[in-house]
């Protein structure tokens, strides 16, 4: 992520391999890699930062 750009996204992730849940925040829904074993994974969900709540 370059510094410039805005945190809207915190994606989450788990790994099938290794049964490990992680979250990450990003300015996109991006691929990140399992803390434990570093393959690559699709988020599961992602939850909007910007999107307001009433």
């Not at 945190?7 to 490990?20: A, E, G, L």
Request: glycine residues 2%; aromatic residues 12%; charged residues 40%.
């Amino acid at each position: 992520m370059m510094d410039d750009e805005p945190i809207r996204f915190r994606n989450y992730y788990r790994c099938d391999d290794c049964d490990v849940e992680w979250s990450d925040d990003w300015s996109c829904c991006c691929d990140d890699e399992c803390p434990s074993c570093g393959r690559d994974y699709t988020p599961t969900h992602s939850e909007d930062l910007e999107e307001e709540t009433f």
